[in-house]
Structure formats: C-alpha cells, structure tokens
T-cell receptor, first 114, second 113 residues
Framework: AQSVTQPDIHITVSEGASLELRCNYSYGATPYLFWYVQSPGQGLQLLLKYFSGDTLVQGIKGFEAEFKRSQSSFNLRKPSVHWSDAAEYFC????????????FGSGTRLSIRP | NAGVTQTPKFQVLKTGQSMTLQCAQDMNHNSMYWYRQDPGMGLRLIYYSASEGTTDKGEVPNGYNVSRLNKREFSLRLESAAPSQTSVYFCASIFRLAGDEQYFGPGTRLTVT
C-alpha cells in the first residue's frame, strides 16, 4: 500500500541555519511527489513538485528537494532559514492514474530559534 | 481568480445537528476533494470527485456525504454531527492528476460539542 512517512514531528533550527526535512514514501511505481507548506490558520501552499526528469527540484521561497529512488526519499532542503519559514510542512505522493491516490504525510512542524 | 473558496470559515455544532460545507473553484478544474486535518495525522481524504457527475469514497467517508453540484462546486454534508468530526476541513481541486498539483481552500474549522 502507498504510504508517506515524515519521521520528524517537530524540528527547531536557528535562523540562518540550514534545514533538511525528511520524507520517505512507499509506492510501487514512479510517483508524483510534492511538498506543501501550511502557515498557522491557513490552507496548504505548494512549495515544489517532482514528476520526472532532473531529480533535484527547485521550488518557491528558496526551497529545493531531491528525489532519490534508491532510498525512496524526497527530502526538502533550504540553505538558510528565515523566521518566516516557521510553519508545518507536508510531503505528499500521488499516483499517475488514480485521482484518489494522493497520500499526505503526517507533517513536520518547523520552529525557528531567533 | 479567487481560486478555491470555502464557506463557512468557522462553525460550532451540537451533537446530532446537520450542516453542509460549501466549496467552489473558478479554475475550471476537473477533480475536487474533501480532506480533514487532525493534529499529528496529516490530511485524510474523505471523498473526492474525479470529474463532474462522479463521486467516490476516500479513506474516511463514514458520517459524510458529498454532492458535485456542477464543475465548480463540491459540497460536504454532515447529516448527524458527532464530536469525532471536530476537525479542520479542506477542499482541494486539480485540473488533471497527471502533471498538476492540488490547490487548497483556506479551510473550515468545525467544532462539535
């Protein structure tokens, strides 16, 4: 069965430090992969997506993610975080063919230390 | 474009009451979705509509019904609300699954007492 695991429930990093949020998926075929961000009280906004091609994907707000098929991972990175990056981050995986097969991870809450 | 809109933003119900959450999108998207978000559980799919005129159950459909009124609108109904349905509900839409991402509404925070 498809699944998405975000092993870190809560991460705190200092402003200006680098960030990596982990995402592992279980899926039988090549998936579509997404990272979304949710600020408090808001809906979800797409940061980046991977469908095919270059395995290093650039997104908005200075984020990037790398698809590693051998590790079934799609980790999100940012070289230098800003206080405004404090939010909840969700990884998601989707099927090519089925509209119902969009699975979200349980999320990682990011806090920024001044 | 307003994107995906949801009404109401907040709602408090008593156990056993009914209500309908409304969702509309103006992006000519084909598929629409209802999710619920609970702490530590991410988003769980309640129902979806792959195209106008079709609806299907997702992961947690019990206690809910949906109507795809037309291509723009997709409503979620709670016939007899229960405290376990206290959650934040998100509507989302997508033009086509192969190559697009979902667009989300701002959410409805529902409390059932």
């Amino acid at each position: 069965a498809q699944s998405v695991t975000q092993p870190d429930i809560h991460i705190t990093v200092s402003e200006g430090a680098s960030l990596e949020l982990r995402c592992n998926y279980s899926y039988g075929a090549t998936p579509y992969l997404f990272w979304y961000v949710q600020s408090p009280g808001q809906g979800l906004q797409l940061l980046l997506k991977y469908f095919s091609g270059d395995t290093l994907v650039q997104g908005i707000k200075g984020f990037e993610a790398e698809f590693k098929r051998s590790q079934s991972s799609f980790n999100l990175r940012k070289p230098s975080v800003h206080w405004s990056d404090a939010a909840e981050y969700f990884c998601a995986v989707a099927s090519y063919s089925s509209a119902s097969k969009i699975i979200f991870g349980s999320g990682t809450r990011l806090s920024i230390r001044p | 474009n307003a994107g995906v809109t949801q009404t109401p933003k907040f709602q408090v119900l008593k156990t056993g009451q009914s209500m309908t959450l409304q969702c509309a999108q103006d992006m000519n998207h084909n598929s629409m979705y209802w999710y619920r978000q609970d702490p530590g559980m991410g988003l769980r799919l309640i129902y979806y509509s792959a195209s106008e005129g079709t609806t299907d159950k997702g992961e947690v459909p019990n206690g809910y019904n949906v109507s795809r009124l037309n291509k723009r609108e997709f409503s979620l109904r709670l016939e007899s609300a229960a405290p376990s349905q206290t959650s934040v509900y998100f509507c989302a839409s997508i033009f086509r699954l192969a190559g697009d991402e979902q667009y989300f509404g701002p959410g409805t925070r529902l409390t059932v007492t």
